[in-house]
């Protein structure tokens, strides 16, 4: 029974937070702080700088000596995230409710949480950043509705999810403040932000009223066969119900969303189809040009107490008709505003994975980047546990992780509608533009991208021994090679090859802010993606200001270039 | 189980007590190979290397190297992998001592350079662009005698087929050198594919939009097969046809009517009657075995993927245009049949999948090979145009007696429509009367002479009294001419010599079912309501959603019912085939799944719902994307009733349960 209940509890969790992860957080600033022998530091050294230190400040909450500082905010059900970076040699514990500690470390398990035995819950894998760069946990907690348990429903480190639905049975009240303890060596935390939630349900709909239309058929899909509507009617439930037996239709409710008291709310919009939404005459979540399947949207709104005249548009396609409307707010997890069955959960499948556990694995399918398939790419990955994804089209690399490889279920579950594969470990995300471009010289702007049929061309790619590849290509009347050996390390050494051809550069990377730490070490830093550039510090790279990313590091292409990404 | 237990019964009870029925796999035999566990062999493409080993390339993206393929005297196969991460490749080829693979987006050359038996090279010989739809599957290369390659390029699927990257919807030349010449456009999905020993260029089309049923194609220089998707491209400056999609009536009129009007628009040499054939043509083999493969020389093979077996095809040229007949020939295999090649011993090796689109096999994948027993079976060879009917040809010389009665035959012909809809209904079925019957001299063959042949109509030929001198039926007793051409060059049959004595009306039942062919959309009939009935008062107590998933597949397993309760079911087929919903009484699917399956030709007019007393409630036919409510009251007696679609081929997998409880 036990068990069960908490299932069925997990499950609800779980399918909610999917919604609530673009729900904005709300700041927890520096002086909402006991600091304890914290200090506030405006920024810190990169410890890899000689004679690393701070400048005082109020962004960040940062220690160098063992000691704890905790926050005046007591939760007991809450969402929690934060930014820190860890010296060299460095251990805290960050702890939820004021005693459920999860290891923020370099020296032991990155991630761990600390049972109340002292021994550790290691995470599912290491998706710990190297040393001194700036990393995210998100923590999901909640009072177990049951009782004498807390909940650790999700912990995300990195993009990488890493515990989920870990119980710890409890005798105490489950709230508390949130601490962090330096155990030894450095650490600063900084954006710290939370919501904490609550049990009210502030926002109902009321007065509603109900059109359908029938819709023609794919040539011309969204638009109604008539000006009459079919069917219309007043409604208590807001569902998808009024377009039974119609292949294909427009829906539109109007009534009112009342509002118990002023605030910040949002609105989340989830369908298969097409839909829309308006508040006060307003489109605060306006309709597409086509037709999606279940890409949940979200409109927040500052709304005061009282009615508020709301249009919900829907519009089935070749999708079974699917249609929800969630409501939430800083300190409300999401709850329906529509009939159960008119949003039905969808079933999940087990994961397929790709494991390379003795040799290197490759994988060519498609891959999202920047929110666009890219549809030549090829994915590696070694047994030494880092991996790189790679876009055959332009020669670049899309992205690198280390942990596990790859999660294949969208290739190969059924037909594999999307036939995209996802990198499973804590990853560093490349520009996706040309590594090598001609430039009339080193001030010309790099190319976005480059025609893959008559600019660049692919021509295939040779295996070593161990069996990672080097790519080839024509370019520009010169022959280029591009290989990427990751390593045990947890870092990726790229070496470019050219000849034939003059004026060639190598973009060695982009971000918003490049630094140069030492001679050869250079910081990438761009918001939840820092990385580390290291190559032989003899060679002298440019780095150019002003381009659309920032800053980019670039290098003259003569021979060859070889230089290793950290992250 | 049940089946031996159905043939024992048979062979016990037959009339030809001294032998027992022949069967399919007296005359062709199936080896499995085996599959080393955890080797997801889901084939793509196939190709037999001269030294003896079998190139297996895997929708999963591998290439296995199998030795010992043949497995003679009891031994067994070896795997080896040598080649992995391809994107889901779907052709296959050895040409010039390396394994050429299709990806999705380009055509690579696997090369194994320091020999240790595994691929070190991967070359892109050929890239093209993708939009990133799953339906993008590409094919090849086939190679031709002058040593160019053919590939060709699946539409995309956005709930119709769509052409949403450069020459997708075509199928492309390509020099040794890597020049590419768009060659013939309007496929759909065309997964098989081959040039003949003759230079010919076929390639197979699976019924969908615009295509009313599977069929065959020769592809000739510029042709346009059909599916207007491909057509966005003829602007290109190297198209070699310039029809424009604008250009093709959507109308419903059959193809065959629709091609006087529309330059380039290529009729099917052989159409392959949905259901009644296939469901799903894949690969073409063309039997060059001298004899080896049995007594079918020249003739070629389709697979079928849905229906997991093969189908035989004789083709002749009539006024120059090839055209012919198909019959069905083995059935029975394990999984979805993709690829056919001829092994050195010239048996057939058969590569299948099943995943995301479901087969009568109900592995996942396989790998089997097709051998001739070295006994003839008692089949039509041919069937062939005469200026006034049909010569059809018999493997074994014939009962003249029966073979004289035109009791022995029925004759039909019928089309499809030519329309953007996914598939479509039998249409103008006509009865034909046979006027003259010759059997030859030597009783190998019959001439029949026959009223109103149809140009461009489907005639179909069931021979079910044919008996052979040793008293025995065909082992398959009906074939499918596509008579595109009548071929007025052949020597007429005297008709008054060899007529047939007419028949009183009052006995005729030859043609009982096809002269009033029902209507093709079917009534609403008491077990289907798709309004509220009236008696109700417009209340529901329960309404029930389901829709399809791929795969054949229902996304609802189980649902409840109270007994007695008045019932609302929506169905919504979003799928991309053709189904139905049919709610029959408990323990009860596999006897109406096969009726459904035997209902033939009348099968789709009536949504393949047979009339039978354990079929309670039903919904039509379904387009893809097509939606249907039925009402009906629940079943008063509790059990566990099922829910099923009876379109044939889909039975046995695409089931649910209604449980109705008190």
């Known amino acids: 029974m036990y068990l069960r209940s908490l299932s069925i509890i997990l499950a609800f969790f779980l399918c909610f937070q999917t919604f609530a992860q673009d729900f904005p957080l709300n700041q927890l600033t520096t002086d909402n702080w006991d600091l304890g022998n914290w200090k506030l530091a405006e920024s810190i ?61 370099n020296t032991r398990a990155m991630g761990a949480i600390i049972r109340p035995d002292g021994t550790l ?37 990195n993009n990488v999810v890493i515990h989920q639905g870990y119980v710890i049975p409890t005798k105490t009240s489950n709230e508390g403040p949130l601490v962090f303890e330096n155990k030894t060596g450095s650490i600063g935390v900084s954006n710290l932000q939370y919501l904490k939630y609550g049990n009210e349900k502030p926002l109902k709909l009321s007065d509603l009223t109900y059109e359908m239309y029938e819709t023609y058929d794919w040539n011309q899909q969204f638009a109604p066969k008539s000006t009459t509507p079919n069917d219309k009617g007043t409604t208590t439930t807001l569902t998808k119900d009024f377009g039974a037996g119609y292949n294909r239709f427009l829906l539109i409710f109007r009534g009112n969303l009342d509002v118990e008291k002023d605030g910040s709310y949002s609105l989340i919009l989830d369908y298969a189809g097409k839909g829309s939404l308006k508040i006060d005459g307003k489109d605060v979540i306006p309709a597409e040009n086509g037709e ?24 089935k396609v070749w999708w079974r008709a699917e249609l929800g409307l969630f409501a939430a707010g800083p300190e409300i997890r999401p709850y329906a505003l529509h009939a159960g069955t008119s949003l039905p959960s969808p079933q999940a499948v087990g994961e397929i994975d790709i494991k390379p556990t003795s040799q290197v694995e490759m994988v060519r399918s498609f891959v999202m980047f920047d ?121 990726i050494t790229t070496t470019i090859t050219a000849n034939g051809s003059n004026n060639l550069y190598v973009k060695l990377g982009e971000a918003k802010n490049i630094t140069m730490v030492n001679k050869g070490l250079y910081v990438l830093e761009s918001p939840n993606n820092d990385s580390y550039i290291q190559l032989d510090p003899k060679l002298k790279p440019i780095v150019r200001s002003n381009t659309k990313a920032g800053q980019e590091i670039i290098l003259p292409l003569t021979g060859s270039v070889s230089y290793t990404i950290l992250w | 189980m049940k089946k031996t237990f159905i043939l024992l019964l048979f062979t016990i009870s037959g009339v030809f007590a001294q032998n027992r029925p022949l069967v399919e796999e007296d005359f062709y035999r199936i080896v499995t190979l085996p599959v080393p566990h955890g080797i997801e062999l889901e084939v793509g493409g196939l190709s037999v290397l001269p030294d003896g080993r079998l190139g297996v390339a895997t929708r999963r993206g591998d290439v296995w190297l199998i030795s010992n393929p043949y497995m003679k005297n009891g031994t067994m196969p070896t795997y080896k992998k040598f080649a992995t991460g391809l994107h889901e490749p779907l052709g296959l080829n050895y040409i010039n001592g390396n394994l050429w693979a299709t990806q999705r987006g380009e055509l690579t050359v696997l090369k194994d350079t320091d020999g240790n038996g595994v691929a070190d090279q991967y070359e892109a010989f050929y890239k093209f662009p993708l939009s990133g739809n799953y339906h993008e599957y590409s094919y090849g290369p086939v190679l031709l005698p002058n040593k160019d390659m053919l590939i060709t390029l699946n539409l995309g699927w956005i709930g119709h087929g769509a ?16 020049k590419m010449t768009p060659w013939a456009t309007g496929l759909r999905s065309p997964a098989g594919f081959a040039v003949l020993s003759n230079g010919d260029i076929y390639y197979t089309e699976n019924q969908g939009d615009w295509v009313g049923s599977g069929r065959m194609t020769q592809l000739e220089e510029g042709d346009f097969a059909g599916n207007p998707e491909g057509l966005i491209w003829t602007s290109e400056p190297n198209s070699p046809l310039k029809l424009q999609a604008s250009n093709v009536p959507d109308t419903g009129e059959p193809m065959y009517d629709v091609a006087s009007k529309v330059p380039n628009l290529k009729v099917p040499a052989v159409w392959f009657p949905h259901t009644l054939m296939g469901i799903s043509t894949s690969d073409i083999a063309e039997d060059l075995s001298g004899g080896k493969f049995g007594p079918f020389e020249g003739q070629l093979f389709v697979g079928d993927q849905g229906h997991s077996k093969i189908m035989r095809v004789f083709l002749e040229k009539v006024k120059g245009k090839s055209q012919g007949a198909c019959f069905p020939f083995r059935e029975g295999f394990q999984s979805g049949i993709l690829r056919m090649q001829w092994g050195l011993d010239k048996s057939m090796f058969v590569g299948m999948t099943s995943r995301g689109w479901s087969s009568t096999g109900k592995d996942e994948f396989g790998l089997q090979r097709l051998e001739w027993t070295g006994k003839t079976p008692f089949e039509m060879k041919t069937i062939k145009s005469m200026p006034d009917g049909f010569l059809v040809e018999f493997t074994q010389p014939v009962d003249k007696a029966v073979a004289k009665d ?12 030519y329309h953007h809809n996914y598939g479509s209904p039998i249409i103008n079925t006509k009865s034909l009367k046979i006027k003259a019957i010759q059997v030859a001299e030597d009783g190998m063959s019959v001439r029949l002479a026959i009223d109103s042949l149809r140009l461009g109509y489907i005639h179909e030929l069931r021979l079910e009294g044919i008996k052979n001198t040793e008293d025995r039926a065909l082992l398959h007793n009906f074939g499918y001419y596509t008579l595109n051409n009548i071929n007025d060059a052949a020597p007429k049959m005297d008709v008054a010599k060899y007529a047939v004595i007419e028949k009183k009306p009052a006995d005729e039942h030859a043609g009982h079912s096809m002269s009033n062919m029902p209507k093709t959309d079917m009534k609403a009939t008491a077990k289907r309501i798709n309004e509220i009935p009236e008696s109700w008062g417009g209340k529901v107590d329960q309404t029930i959603t389901i829709g399809t998933k791929p795969g054949l597949k229902f996304d609802v397993a189980k649902l409840q019912v109270k007994a007695g309760s008045k019932i609302r079911i929506v169905f919504n087929n979003n799928d991309d085939m053709l189904h139905n919903l049919v709610i029959v009484k ?61 379109y044939p081929g889909h039975y046995t997998v695409m089931q649910g349960i209604m449980k109705v409880v008190k």
Not at chain 1, 71 to 83: G, P, Q
Not at chain 1, 138 to 153: H, K, Q, R
Not at chain 1, 403 to 414: C, K, R, S
């Open chain 1, 371 to 491: 929110g666009k398939k890219r549809t030549h790419v090829i994915s590696v990955g070694t047994p030494a546990g880092t991996h790189y994804t790679y876009d055959l089209d332009q020669g670049a690399p899309l992205y690198a992780w280390r942990g596990d490889f790859a999660d294949v279920t969208e290739m190969f579950h059924e037909r594999g509608e999307p036939q995209l594969l996802k990198p499973k470990g804590v990853k560093t995300t490349f520009s996706g533009k040309p590594t090598v471009a001609m430039l009339a010289n080193a001030n010309a702007n790099m190319p976005d991208t480059l025609d893959a049929y008559k600019e660049l061309i692919y021509k295939g790619y040779a295996l070593d021994t161990e069996g990672l590849p080097t790519y080839k290509y024509q370019y520009s009347g010169a022959e280029l090679t591009q290989k990427l050996v990751p390593s045990a390390d947890g870092s």
């Open chain 2, 406 to 417: 035109p009791e022995s035959y029925k004759v039909n012909s019928f089309t499809y429509k």
């Open chain 1, 45 to 105: 050294d990169n410890p890899y700088k000689k004679k690393a230190g701070f400048t005082a400040g109020n962004k960040i909450l940062f220690s160098n000596t063992p000691g704890k500082t905790t926050s005046k905010l007591i939760t007991a059900d809450a969402k929690v995230k934060f930014d820190f970076t860890l010296g060299n040699n460095s251990d805290a514990i960050f702890y939820i409710q004021g005693r459920h500690g999860i290891v923020l470390s």
């Open chain 2, 163 to 178: 052409s949403l990257s450069k020459w997708r919807g075509w199928m492309l030349k390509l020099t040794p050198d890597g």
């Open chain 2, 586 to 646: 408990p323990g009860t699917v596999g006897k109406v799944g096969e009726a459904a399956f035997k209902m033939g030709l009348d099968g789709e007019s009536k949504a393949y719902v047979p009339e039978l007393s354990e079929v309670l409630f039903h919904t039509g036919l379904m387009q893809p994307e097509a939606q249907e409510t039925i009402y009906f009251v629940a079943p008063s007696t509790p059990g566990d009733y099922t829910f099923v679609c009876t």
């Open chain 1, 121 to 157: 819950q290691l995470p599912e894998q290491n998706a710990g950043k190297a040393v001194g760069l700036w990393q995210t946990l998100e923590v999901t907690f909640s009072d177990a509705p049951f009782g004498g348990a807390l909940i650790i429903e999700k912990v995300t480190l």
């Open chain 1, 292 to 315: 999606s399947y279940r890409k949940p949207r979200v409109a927040f709104l500052e709304l005061t107490k009282g009615k508020h005249p709301i249009e919900i548009r829907y519009n």
